[in-house]
């Protein structure tokens, strides 16, 4: 069911495909060499998807990137929560890995990208662990948050109940810090895919990055929007399925339901 | 069943930093089965007190013992009812009950059994299966209450309770803590700043001063329930318009009152 604000953002899209039909198509005012024509857009889908592109069909390379990103996403998840949670439960980890962290945090994550080449080549293992920084990040800060931000009393009543120390992370802890933990997790898939391309952009021969990587260097507009389009659709569907986790998880939030 | 003393205690908050003596020389006995209100001004450290009793906080000189051992640290033994209830909002009743139980590693069926009986008396049945968010407030204190009983504590430790309640659903958990309190005698620490409240539900009564923080009286308020027979009254309007109980809590309302002129001369 579409509620109004939906259908605001239907026409909203709706629109802005009209104008792209009338200032190429039907008038002519930006040039065919510049963007291309809807026409033009689905021959380069049509082609990219049946015949295939830079080296494959366009599920082969929309696959390949998920998997980077997925791989990337998970480690991230993986490290970041639990040092996230563990910096924010105590003051002594914190101390410790703090200081690391803010020297480590403002290197872009694309900065990563010559290292992680050096160390790992041009296969996927460099890719993933670009990925990996970047996505790691908003985790770590955001469930570090989490706990800190948690009522004491909260805490309190767990001990006075004595909840047993690994209880007290499962049950407790991670629940009550879960809103914030989601919080990061989307930011996290968002650096995801943002380092994804970038990441695919040098030294790939598969992928989205890549497509978009020849048809630049073909001259290719139609099917350098075919790259955009998928990318932006892809990163569309993964955070509503996040989003559909987060809803499912998070159901006794009432600040989460609508 | 259990008994708390307070022996000699003092708190100090910031000891290094300047320092602020909040508690000065607390002596105070609750015997087995006793329930015993602590009364005073707002920051005169009545749930520093019982802070100290439930292990949250360590005092800064004398001994807080419960059922003659020396308090070091939180403990089931202890159960605490928080002012905001402190339920877990991603547990639903039956799991926030449970949970104490599970780390007592009782097996299920006694389990559930105990749970069914902590329902049954705070009248939650049909709500087990409810989160805390789609309960009243007083309900969910219900579930707070429930959670600590469950425990079969030595003693229970509650921090105004229902001062996050509105007018009428306190009356109603008034009335139901005494019932409780007849059908299932416990040794009770409670903390209060309405007069009433106090003399309504404790056998005796401690009134706390501001500045410095002291037990400065206790009542006891036993015989005179006793004599005039209140419990023969249900509801707890009619227990208040009764002369005894309107002449202590006169009695205490003037102890606080003098306390305050006090401070101001
Ligand atoms: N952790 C703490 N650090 C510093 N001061 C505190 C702390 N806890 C309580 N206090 C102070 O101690 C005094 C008594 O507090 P409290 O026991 O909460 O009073 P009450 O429950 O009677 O209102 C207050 O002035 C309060 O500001
Ligand atoms: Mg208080």
Redesign the pocket.
């Known amino acids: 069911m579409l509620g109004r604000r939906g259908w605001i953002g239907l026409g909203t899209i709706a629109a802005l495909l009209v104008l792209w039909f009338v200032l190429t198509t039907a008038t002519g005012w930006v040039s065919a060499a510049r963007f291309p024509s809807p026409a033009e857009f689905w021959a380069s889908l049509w082609q990219v998807s049946v015949r295939g592109y830079a080296g494959g069909q366009l599920l082969t390379h929309a696959l390949h990137s998920l998997k980077l990103v997925a791989m990337g996403f998970a480690v991230a998840i993986i490290t970041g929560v639990p040092l996230g949670l563990w910096m924010g439960w105590s003051r002594k980890a914190e101390a410790a890995i703090n200081p690391v962290f803010l020297i480590i945090r403002p290197i872009p994550p694309l900065a990563w990208i010559p290292l992680a080449i050096l160390w790992l080549g041009l296969g996927d293992a460099a890719k993933i662990m670009v990925i990996w920084f970047s996505a790691f990040v908003p985790s770590v800060i955001n469930s570090f948050a989490g706990v800190r931000n948690i009522d004491r009393p909260l805490i309190e009543a767990a001990r006075m109940l004595g909840t047993p120390h690994g209880r007290l992370v499962t049950e407790v802890i991670a629940p009550a810090a879960s809103p914030m933990i989601f919080t990061g997790l989307r930011l996290s898939l968002q650096a995801a895919w943002t380092t994804l391309v970038a990441a695919e952009l040098v030294g790939a021969l598969v992928g989205i990055g890549f497509i978009l990587n020849m048809a630049q260097q073909d001259l290719y507009p139609g099917m350098i929007l075919v790259g955009m389009v998928v990318v932006g659709l892809l990163g569309w569907a993964t955070t509503w399925l996040l989003g559909l986790a987060e809803k499912r998880a998070l159901a006794w939030n009432v600040a989460a339901r609508d | 069943m259990g008994s708390i003393r307070f022996d000699k205690v003092d708190k100090v908050?910031?000891p290094n930093t300047g320092g602020?003596k909040?508690l000065d020389n607390i002596n105070l006995e609750i015997g087995e089965r006793e329930f015993v209100a602590i009364v005073?001004?707002?920051?005169?450290?009545?749930?520093?007190?019982l802070?100290m009793a439930a292990g949250f906080?360590a005092p800064s000189a004398g001994l807080v013992s419960v059922s003659g051992r020396p308090v070091t640290a939180p403990g089931p033994d202890r159960a605490v009812v928080f002012q905001q209830f402190a339920l877990f909002p991603w547990k639903t009743v039956r799991q926030n009950i449970e949970l104490g139980l599970r780390n007592k590693k009782l097996p299920t069926g006694e389990r559930a059994d105990l749970v069914a009986g902590a329902l049954k008396l705070m009248n939650l049945e049909g709500h087990a299966e409810a989160f805390p968010h789609q309960l009243s407030g007083g309900m969910q204190q219900r579930v707070a209450i429930a959670r600590a009983y469950v425990l079969d504590p030595e003693v229970l430790l509650m921090?105004e309770p229902f001062g996050a309640l509105d007018a009428q659903t306190r009356v109603v958990m008034q009335e139901e803590l005494v019932r409780l309190a007849r059908v299932n005698p416990r040794t009770v620490l409670f903390?209060t700043?309405a007069v009433e409240e106090a003399v309504y539900l404790a056998d005796r009564v401690a009134v706390?001063t501001r500045r410095p923080?002291r037990i400065k009286e206790v009542l006891d308020i036993r015989k005179i329930r006793q004599a005039e027979n209140w419990d023969k009254h249900a509801r707890i309007e009619d227990v208040m318009d009764l002369e005894s109980f309107v002449h202590l809590r006169t009695q205490i309302w003037k102890s606080l009152r003098e306390e305050k002129v006090a401070n101001v001369v």
């Not at chain 2, 005073?40 to 007190?49: A, F, L, M, R, Y």
């Open positions: 908050f910031g602020v909040v005073g001004p707002s920051g005169c450290g009545k749930t520093t007190c802070r906080e921090d903390i700043h706390m923080c």
